[in-house]
């Protein structure tokens, strides 16, 4: 992480939209180009604020920063990139670079040079997403060569610096004139944007500087990863064909589904069946959490559609702790046998709609609308 826009916005962590709105337009007064005219330091000081808040003031993008914040080293994302994952990978591309974009890293103008990223996607288990697991992805890259040190030159001195661009790789042209002269950047055509001149080839790489090689890539899965969330490993892509950095290497991960857990952010949600007796009279049932199956209470008269809640039993993640959410669900039985019906005609006789608030008012109701019980048999 080059820059720690929190401290360049004088906040907290924690700090409220608010709060970063209020400090980033103090800011940006203090340090407004119009007042330090000529002033190289102020005018870099003024482009990291905007950049810094353009990042904070966003949630989604805040959340995605904070995430790289807590995983130095690979950058992670979460969030509901793409709608779904339906649309597949051409709409997230954009938003991808977007961020990138924002977060300080190569330019636009740049990324021409810079080798091209590389994109796996990777199930995950729905159990291996919500606690953390180590993957491996093989894939074949065009990787910098050993040999010429990517050069494409024999041992990676048989070149010269190309005379027409000056080893930039560009050229500029000014366009246009009067008021409206602009300076535009080309690939300088003679070197193709290396800003060298091979004398003699790699024999390795035959003076493409790159090789294809199979590679194998582990990473730690954070506990939490959901469907479109990614990592990023810089420089796991392929190799620049003309000199730039190399691409990177990103991983989208797609979580399946689970028979018995629904989750939605870090809380996770079970659907727990219980039988007539045990609502009425209440009692131990088992529910699972993602490391093993803790006894939970039916308070007496539970009625169908009470959530429970188990604090702190859903996903532990760097980011947080969720709760598990267990919503019970009544089940009238459907295959009873003549003891049992003979036993719960004896209980209806013995019941009251009184027993219950909703049927006591719903008899009302019926009553003094058509003046006829509406459970009178
Ligand atoms: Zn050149
Ligand atoms: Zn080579």
């Given at each position: 992480?080059?820059?720690?826009?929190?401290?360049?916005?004088g906040?907290?962590?924690?700090?409220?939209?608010?709060?970063?709105?209020?400090?980033?337009?103090?800011?940006?007064?203090?340090?407004?180009?119009?007042?330090?005219?000529?002033?190289a330091?102020?005018?870099?000081k003024?482009?990291?604020?905007?950049?810094?808040?353009?990042?904070?003031?966003?949630?989604?993008?805040?959340?995605?920063?904070?995430?790289?914040?807590d995983?130095?080293?690979?950058?992670?994302?979460?969030?509901?990139?793409?709608?779904?994952?339906?649309?597949?990978?051409?709409?997230?591309?954009?938003?991808?670079?977007?961020?990138?974009?924002?977060?300080?890293?190569?330019?636009?103008r740049?990324?021409?040079?810079?080798?091209?990223?590389?994109t796996?996607?990777?199930?995950?288990?729905?159990?291996?997403?919500?606690?953390?697991?180590?993957?491996?992805?093989?894939?074949?890259?065009?990787?910098?060569?050993?040999?010429?040190?990517?050069?494409?030159?024999?041992d990676?001195?048989?070149?010269?610096?190309?005379?027409?661009?000056?080893?930039?790789g560009?050229?500029?042209?000014?366009?246009?004139?009067?008021?409206?002269?602009?300076?535009?950047?080309?690939?300088?055509?003679?070197?193709?944007?290396?800003?060298?001149?091979?004398?003699?080839k790699?024999?390795?790489?035959?003076?493409?500087?790159?090789?294809?090689?199979?590679t194998?890539?582990?990473?730690?899965?954070?506990?939490?990863?959901?469907?479109?969330?990614?990592?990023?490993?810089?420089?796991?892509?392929?190799?620049?064909?003309?000199?730039?950095?190399?691409?990177?290497?990103?991983?989208?991960?797609?979580?399946?589904?689970?028979?018995?857990?629904?989750?939605?952010?870090?809380?996770?949600?079970?659907?727990?069946?219980?039988?007539?007796?045990t609502?009425?009279?209440g009692?131990?049932?088992?529910?699972?959490?993602?490391?093993?199956?803790v006894?939970?209470?039916?308070?007496?008269?539970?009625?169908?559609?009470?959530?429970?809640?188990?604090?702190?039993?859903?996903?532990?993640?760097?980011?947080?702790?969720?709760?598990?959410?267990?919503?019970?669900?009544?089940?009238t039985?459907?295959?009873?046998?003549?003891?049992?019906?003979?036993?719960?005609?004896?209980?209806?006789?013995?019941?009251?709609?009184?027993?219950?608030?909703?049927?006591?008012?719903?008899?009302?109701?019926?009553?003094?609308?058509?003046?006829?019980?509406?459970?009178?048999?």
């Open positions: 992480m080059a820059q720690d826009y929190y401290k360049i916005l906040v907290d962590r924690k700090a409220s939209q608010d709060e970063i709105k209020a400090s980033y337009r103090k800011l940006v007064k203090q340090y407004h180009p119009d007042l330090h005219p000529n002033d330091e102020a005018a870099a003024f482009k990291e604020i905007n950049e810094a808040n353009e990042v904070l003031s966003d949630p989604k993008k805040r959340q995605q920063y904070d995430f790289e914040l995983n130095p080293g690979a950058s992670q994302g979460f969030g509901g990139f793409g709608g779904g994952g339906a649309s597949g990978f051409e709409g997230f591309g954009d938003i991808f670079s977007d961020i990138f974009g924002g977060f300080g890293g190569s330019s636009r740049e990324s021409k040079q810079k080798g091209e990223d590389i796996i996607e990777v199930e995950l288990s729905f159990l291996d997403a919500a606690k953390g697991c180590n993957k491996t992805v093989k894939y074949n890259r065009r990787e910098p060569c050993s040999s010429c040190k990517g050069t494409g030159a024999k990676g001195t048989k070149f010269t610096t190309c005379s027409r661009c000056k080893g930039t560009k050229i500029q042209r000014v366009v246009g004139g009067g008021l409206f002269r602009m300076v535009n950047e080309t690939v300088c055509p003679d070197c193709g944007g290396t800003g060298r001149n091979i004398t003699e790699c024999d390795v790489c035959g003076g493409k500087g790159y090789n294809v090689s199979s194998t890539f582990s990473f730690d899965v954070p506990a939490g990863a959901d469907t479109n969330s990614y990592i990023v490993k810089r420089g796991m892509g392929h190799a620049s064909t003309r000199g730039g950095e190399t691409g990177d290497l990103i991983v989208v991960f797609k979580v399946t589904s689970h028979k018995i857990f629904k989750r939605k952010d870090f809380d996770l949600y079970v659907e727990l069946p219980i039988s007539y007796m609502a009425c009279l009692g131990k049932v088992k529910v699972p959490t993602l490391d093993n199956a006894d939970i209470d039916i308070p007496e008269g539970t009625q169908s559609g009470r959530v429970i809640t188990v604090r702190g039993k859903g996903i532990k993640s760097r980011r947080g702790t969720g709760n598990l959410y267990v919503t019970v669900t009544v089940e039985p459907s295959k009873l046998s003549r003891t049992q019906k003979d036993l719960l005609k004896k209980l209806e006789a013995e019941s009251d709609v009184r027993q219950t608030a909703k049927m006591a008012d719903y008899k009302k109701n019926v009553e003094s609308l058509y003046g006829v019980d509406p459970y009178e048999k």
